[in-house]
């Protein structure tokens, strides 16, 4: 697992899935030019045959690209230092200029395999249209994306692979009617689908990962996300404190030989429950917003001054707090 630089975490495993997107320089237009469109293109197929990635979908636009790419070696970071090291140079080599290309960074967002990979598909598909550069019923026009390549099968690389979109839009094959099927269902998107909608369609690029809640909480717990959860943006470090928590809330209730429904029964100042939220408290970061939502304290004023009549009162010979004290954190 690699995190590259502090203010952003990069987690990097066999298998792993990622919505990447970057920029130009000051939203500069560096692919302006087919020309350069081509050079990139030229550099991203170079780029997934050095590093072993298959290429779900990709889309260049004038002044940024997005990718949905499979890392089966888990190197995201050395696949991209290349991509974008090597285009640069051969860029301003071309250009005779110096400088940075790129707009800082790449975002990278991690992807669940199903629905979630295939609505970033789409996502990437449809951005010629969400710029107003082509109309949905000619995108497969648009030279520079995938969605060209899924119409002009003789022309495909070995690292691209159209199994997800297809497979999200109904389990449609890889024919000349499942392309068809394909171009309607994007029609439908546009017009009245998820990725057609701003909102739905700004998210796809928004957050730390997309996809279920036990895909989320699967990568805390499996990788320990939390540790670093401080490089996410605000909103995706929020997301994985609070995975974390109910992980901890779930241990606790396992110890105390509690059930989710004990804490919905029980009266919200019942002295165990007082005791999972001090331990919540001592271990985590968790708010009484949250500690009053989830154990269910009644509200957050009054769970906190229940909570520190406990501390002070019971919680030094109090057993439930003593079998949590001798447990770890998740």
């Known amino acids: 697992m690699s995190y590259g630089m502090a203010r952003k975490l990069r987690l990097e495993f066999p298998g792993a899935l990622y919505h990447i997107i970057n920029r130009g320089n000051y939203r500069r237009w560096i692919f302006d030019a087919p020309s350069t469109r081509a050079a990139f293109e030229s550099c991203l197929f170079e780029g997934c045959e050095r590093s072993g990635w298959v290429l779900h979908a990709f889309v260049i636009m004038r002044n940024h690209y997005h990718l949905a790419v499979e890392t089966p070696e888990g190197n995201l970071v050395a696949g991209m230092q290349w991509l974008q090291a090597t285009f640069a140079n051969r860029f301003n080599r071309l250009r005779r200029e110096s400088g940075h290309l790129f707009q800082g960074r790449y975002k990278s967002l991690l992807l669940e395999a ?9 996502y990437i598909h449809l951005n010629p249209v969400r710029a107003g550069v082509v109309a949905t019923a ?12 899924l119409h002009h099968t003789a022309q495909r690389r070995r690292c691209m692979r159209f199994t997800a979109p297809l497979q999200a839009a109904g389990e449609l ?5 499942g392309k068809r099927c394909y171009q309607s269902y994007l029609e439908w998107q546009a017009e009245e689908g998820p990725a057609g909608k701003t909102s739905a369609y700004v998210n796809l ?6 996809g279920s809640r036990d895909f989320k909480t699967a990568l805390v717990k499996d990788h320990k996300v939390a540790a670093l959860s401080r490089a996410w ?4 470090a929020r997301e994985v404190h609070e995975i974390r928590w109910a992980l901890l809330l779930s241990t606790a209730l396992g110890v105390l030989h509690r059930s989710p429904k004990d804490l919905i029964a029980c009266r919200k100042s019942a ?7 001090s331990w919540l408290k ?3 970061q968790a708010g009484n917003p949250w500690l009053s939502r989830h154990l269910h304290l009644g509200a957050p004023t009054g769970a ?11 919680k030094s010979s109090d057993p439930d707090w003593k079998s949590l004290s001798a447990i770890s954190s998740t």
């Open 173 to 177: 094959s890889d024919s000349a009617a």
């Open 138 to 149: 000619q995108l497969a026009t648009y030279r520079y994306g995938s969605y060209w390549y």
């Open 205 to 210: 690029s928004r957050g730390w990962a997309l």
């Open 282 to 284: 001592a271990r985590s």
């Open 304 to 314: 906190s001054r229940n909570i520190a009549r406990y501390r002070a009162n019971l």
């Open 271 to 277: 002295p165990w429950k007082l005791a999972i939220a």
């Open 114 to 122: 199903g629905p979630a990979l295939g609505a970033v598909c789409d």
């Open 233 to 236: 943006e605000t909103t995706g």
